[in-house]
């Protein structure tokens, strides 16, 4: 049911574009017709709030929506404490799944162990020897594999050590990273697509219930098709962006389904915690180079003559250096395409100002700190590196997006902003607090930035003649860190896609 005429008064109403909240906002079926002081509204049935607060819906600008979904179906290993936590719960999670032949897991963390050692495919036969176990790790950039699953994927014997790490008898130890893992999941049986359809309107459901209207998810052809299905059975509620991975660019096009890709997503680097992050050192550089130079500059080129906004995956300092330089030339000659850099967590005080630009668009995701903070902390220091320098991205004129990267983090977008507003977890003591950023910053990398840089049209901000995409949330993010939210009600175009039960529409 969409609303018709209504006005929420007795609220605090952030419009994503002032920095100061109004007190009322009007809606005309899906559309904001008038925002300001209570006085000024049109005489239209009244809902008060009670001083709850108003806001336009969130974007998560970085996720994998349907990889997230499928973990619906598969073993989360993200709370475990060490090998045996996580062999314990293989083991319970394979005995009430014996119509699965697969195992499959996911967010284990070697780093948040009580004995932080990297497992091998002997722990796991020790448990499951005549059923194939995969688990990826919590950043999805390896994964550890049990001796069958090894087996049937027809892993290689070996690979540069970097991604298939032998153990001191020269066999594989089980674990398998980055390209090697991309290759072997490729061979893992899919979820039948019906199953995978109802797990993502799951996930949509949890997602409307945050607070999130709208997602830049990251997916694979079958990803692109299960939100094919799910948006031609009408139950598609958020809007979306789509990255593509790991398909062509000409595979990209297809004129006659409802969702079709608008960005390409390219890796020039790994991650911080599986240690393969591109960083520049004070003798060379350290971490895995994915695609670079050369070829990286082919694939971006060949992405902007398709029509797509490359967005390219750099974590370390040297791949952000990288991206910078693929980059520059081609934003000019490239107006009317995006340019996205995806995590930007670490960059050079030099690079920086090769960072900003119209179209160049930095997709930051602020909880990565509060997991990456003692890898980083471990990391040899070097003058002139930046670590998830929000504060000062902003201040020279870049252009932040805001994501979580769920299902790597959670989608929480509320743990997110806090960790944007005060860098660190809850009650701890802020970590490098100058890069902290102001709320209504926060607030456009997750509303307004994200809806533009998707070409959603009149979306992200509340002003007259936008669509009527809002929360209404018990707490003001603009007074404190909202680590505990209540999201009461979530709009999209007008319609109620979710409610908690307290407030009464007319
Ligand atoms: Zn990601």
Known sequence: MTAKKLVFAGCRCWTG?????ASAIAVDRGTIAAVGAQATMPPWPQV????????????????HLTSAATRRLRVGLAACVSLDHVLRDVCAWGASHQ??????GWGWDQHRWV???????HDLDRVVRDRPVWLARRDGHSAWLNTLAMERLGAPESAPADLLPLDADGSPVGIVRETL??????RLPAHPENVHARVVMEEQDHLLSEGIVGVHTVERARGIGVLNRVAAGNDLRLRIYVMAEAIQPEECLQPDVPISPGGFKLFVDGSLGSGTAWMLGDDGTTGTPVTTGAELAGKVQAALEHGLDPCVH???????????????????SHPERFFRIEHVQHLDASDLSRLIGPNLLLSVQPCHLLSDRPVVA??????????????TMLAAGGNLLMGTDFPIEPSDPWRNIAAALERCDEGERPWHGEERLAWPAVLRAYS???SRMARWGRTGVLAPGFAADLLVVERDPGVAAPWHQRVCLTMIGGDPVYSDGSIDLP
């Not at 893992?181 to 490729?186: G, K, N, S, T, Y």
């Not at 930046?386 to 504060?391: Q, V």
């Open 378 to 391: 471990a990391l040899p220091a070097r003058p002139g590196r930046l670590d998830f320098a929000f504060g």
């Open 181 to 186: 893992m991309d290759d072997l999941a490729l």
């Open 17 to 21: 574009q002032d920095s100061s909240p």
């Open 99 to 104: 119509g699965d032949e697969w195992i499959r």
């Open 314 to 332: 750099a974590i370390g300092d040297r791949a952000v250096r990288e991206v910078a330089d693929v980059f520059e030339g081609r934003r000019v």
């Open 115 to 121: 004995a932080p050692t990297l497992p091998s495919r």
């Open 448 to 450: 307004a930035a994200p």
């Open 48 to 63: 008060d709030l009670g001083g709850r607060t108003v806001m336009p819906g969130l974007v998560d600008s970085h996720c």
